[in-house]
């Protein structure tokens, strides 16, 4: 009898030693399982809902306000992220006052990280809303959030259907329902707020200036757009090619990762790229010229000579477009910050807007950085994620090279930039920069931008 109470004790204690070690893996600890995660997908897919399990489906035409629709998201990003319960010590200065306002714990759950949120002031005055990029999430505007409630603005962000949970919801994604997501979320501040700015990420960015282009007139409220590297053409030339791979049986996805990043998906189907090119074609493509609308609204333009997923060329285009279609006095507040060689920029457009060519100075951060990636012009080198102090590397450039891969993750020496082709040939493995070295000179040119517009 006493022999088989050993036994029950000894399967006692595993049972409970192995729980503990469960209940301590979190999204900093599985960071190091990345080969094991390539792999196994384990992060890849969506968790499957029991049959009695309640689904939440979010129905935009059905929401009554901005707070029903968070709730609703939320509910859902719970039921479909399988990393939805993980801790996750990543303590942003949002989250704490998320925390504060909601009665959340000290240490973050990714779905509270990765969900859309509202800080709110006391009155209705100004509001802005913000629309993160393809495989984003509400995420990569903590950092900006806060310069904006200090500013005054209830800011509120929206998560595009098929985000915060898992790549797998994208392989059936439709930018007919983000045009949905961003048509009501844009509405629904207008009818709460006096004055509106938009703000886009990317592909956020995109969907904000699709919205606008198909209105004949649009709301007085909008007093100003905010677009950080947004969307017009994708930098390779063979993205078109995308919606045609897709269509083939089981060639679904372009890039298989080990999705390590609570806040953005590694793994990209070819649906992603195919959706995201139908939406940068009703904008900026070659047949979009016709049936758009250019309003007389100044916009904040951040964008980078080297970005390797957008054409920059491009983009800078459809900005000097967008300008030279409404009168010279309003449009003329217009600003944007170029992150390269200002030889290269239209002259045109250098006549209709203020530049700003940030110039790098010796012993400050951007002395170590070869040029501005496209997915870091949000982010503070503070972020407690993507800054200079921020655990997680992006390495996806090297997933289909192992030894490149692990040493981009592992190295105590690696550069940071953006992959183009001179700085992947380089001898150190090179980490794809997650945060903005000129953020603080950007808030400034912002605080400037919104005096000259409310």
């Known amino acids: 009898m006493q022999k088989v109470n050993k036994y029950v004790l000894l399967l006692f204690w595993l049972v409970s030693t192995l729980s503990f070690a469960q209940g301590q893996?979190?999204?900093?600890?599985?960071q190091g399982d990345y080969t094991a995660l390539i792999e196994s997908g384990k992060y890849r897919f969506s968790k499957k809902i029991a049959n009695d399990e309640s689904v939440v489906n979010v129905n935009f035409k059905n929401l009554a306000s901005y707070q029903q629709y968070l709730a609703q998201t939320y509910q859902e990003i719970v039921n479909k992220n399988p990393k939805a319960s993980m801790p996750c010590p990543i303590v942003t200065d949002t989250y704490q006052q998320l925390a504060k306002q909601n009665q959340w714990s000290q240490t973050p759950k990714i779905s509270q990280l990765v969900?859309?949120?509202?800080?709110a002031q006391d009155n209705n005055d100004k509001a802005i809303l913000l629309i993160h990029g393809l495989t984003d999430s509400p995420f990569s505007f903590h950092d900006l959030s806060q310069f904006f409630y200090q500013q005054g603005f209830t800011v509120r962000t929206l998560l595009l259907p098929g985000h915060g949970m898992a790549p797998s919801e994208l392989l059936t994604a439709d930018y007919n329902e983000w045009q949905q997501a961003t048509r009501f979320a844009i509405e629904q501040t207008l009818n709460d707020y006096?004055?509106?700015?938009?703000?886009?990420?990317?592909t956020g960015g995109a969907l904000i200036f699709d919205y606008l282009m198909q209105k004949k007139h649009v709301d007085e409220k909008i007093k100003g757009l905010f677009m950080w590297s947004p969307a017009s053409k994708a930098k390779s030339n063979l993205a078109w090619l995308a919606k045609y791979i897709d269509a083939i049986p089981f060639v679904d996805w372009l890039d298989l990762d080990a999705d390590i990043d609570f806040a953005k998906y590694e793994s990209f189907p070819y649906n992603a790229a195919t959706q995201v090119d139908a939406i940068m074609n009703l904008v900026a493509g070659e047949q979009a010229l016709a049936s758009r609308k250019m309003h007389e609204i100044p916009v904040f333009v951040v964008a980078s000579e080297h970005d390797q997923t957008i054409d920059t060329e491009h983009t800078l285009q459809l900005i000097q477009q967008w300008?030279?279609?409404?009168?010279?006095?309003q449009m003329q507040k217009s600003v944007l910050i170029y992150y390269g060689d200002n030889n290269k920029l239209p002259k045109k457009l250098v006549k209709v807007m203020q530049v700003i060519v940030p110039e790098c100075s010796?012993?400050?951060l951007c002395d170590e950085i070869f040029d501005v990636a496209h997915i870091a012009t949000t982010?503070?080198?503070?972020n407690p994620h993507y800054g200079v102090n921020g655990q997680y590397r992006n390495c996806g450039h090297y997933v289909k090279d192992a030894a490149r891969y692990q040493a981009c993750k592992q190295n105590k020496q690696v550069i940071k930039g953006e992959v183009t082709a001179m700085n992947l040939n380089r001898e150190l493995p090179m980490q794809r920069l997650t945060y903005n070295p000129y953020y603080q000179e950007m808030l400034a040119a912002m605080t400037v931008f919104l005096k000259a517009t409310h």
Not at 194 to 202: D, F, I, M, N, R
Not at 379 to 382: I, L, T
């Open 379 to 382: 982010n503070s080198p503070d």
């Open 194 to 202: 006096q004055q509106v700015y938009l703000g886009g990420l990317s």
């Open 362 to 364: 010796a012993e400050s």
């Open 115 to 119: 969900a859309p949120f509202e800080l």
């Open 323 to 329: 300008q030279l279609a409404s009168p010279q006095e």
């Open 25 to 30: 893996e979190n999204c900093l600890s599985i």
